[in-house]
């Protein structure tokens, strides 16, 4: 008798097909929770607000927007606002909530028709940054050093010549200075050079962003191709490259309790347990941050020349 392989070769494989679809009929589901994706949403803003946004803040789950043509409220997801004045290039947060905004050569508060000029010796200077030290003094970071203004101008010669980038005041009260010349500490009125005192010669003396970690009383800070932080208690640390950092310098700095968010000129990054680089039409209007803000735990706000982006971790299942 003889026996046909390939007929009994193409009657097995439906048999066994059969037998594999029986099989699996009788294996219980795959269990999978949720977990968090991120999803990009481009912010609208409201129609006389022009697209660039310079600056976020957030007070008693009010969010401020600052373009380069007045300040806006984003309340329970309306918006209030109306423009003033154009041309602004920095803003900081006062000590009752007011806003004070910056141009080139002109400080004025938002709402208040006050005008507050570069005094004469300052003419040529140009405004780099803003903070706001108690209720009548204004610390101006300029491309020529810092200038304080409580009702008169006053040049801080320690600081003469040097690009003040970012200020900040940590827990004690003390002022820090990001500058391209050096890190500076004012202590107890006396003017500091960071750089003789603690940091690394690999950092070449340029800092472009501060944040003071107030419930820390820690202060971080960028350099050229790195991130670091000074802290009270001594545990200091400088994240490189070499350690993961994507892009420098690093021009903003905002943490939460469970991240660090860094912008640059090319894009956004995100450093919890791992490394995250935002980059590009995906997940930006323009790679070029001007600001960040946590608005929430899931929730971020990430401001460009041309809008505001929002990146947002939503839950969600495999099946969804």
Known sequence: MRFNRSGIIFLFIPLLISAIISKAQVIPGIKCGSYFQEIKTGIRLPEPAEPNVIKLFESQK???????????????GKWSGEPFGSGWRSAAPGSKGEIWL???????????????ELPGFAKSDTILSLFCEDDNTLQVGTNNGLLTFDGTWTKVPFTAGKRVNSIVRDLKGD??????????????????????????????????ALESKIVKNEVMFSGLFAVGCIAADGNNWLLRGADGLPYGPVTSIHTTEKSM??????????????????????????????????????????????????????SMTLDQ
Do not use: C
């Open 62 to 76: 009010v969010l401020t927007v600052v373009t380069t043509n007045g300040v806006f409220k984003y309340i329970n």
């Open 175 to 208: 002022l820090w200075l990001a500058t391209t010349n050096g890190l500076l500490l004012r202590m107890e009125g006396q003017w500091i050079d960071m750089d003789r005192r603690l940091m690394a010669k690999g950092l070449k003396r340029q800092y472009f």
């Open 261 to 314: 968010w860094f912008g640059t000129d090319r894009g956004a990054i995100k450093k919890d347990k791992s490394w995250h680089y935002y980059n590009g039409k995906r997940w930006l209007p323009n790679n070029k941050v001007n600001d960040i803000l946590p608005v929430d735990d899931h929730t971020t706000w990430i401001a460009t020349p041309e809008g505001i982006s929002q990146i947002q971790e939503v």
């Open 102 to 116: 910056a141009s080139v050569n002109i400080v004025q508060k938002a709402g208040d028709p006050t005008r507050i």
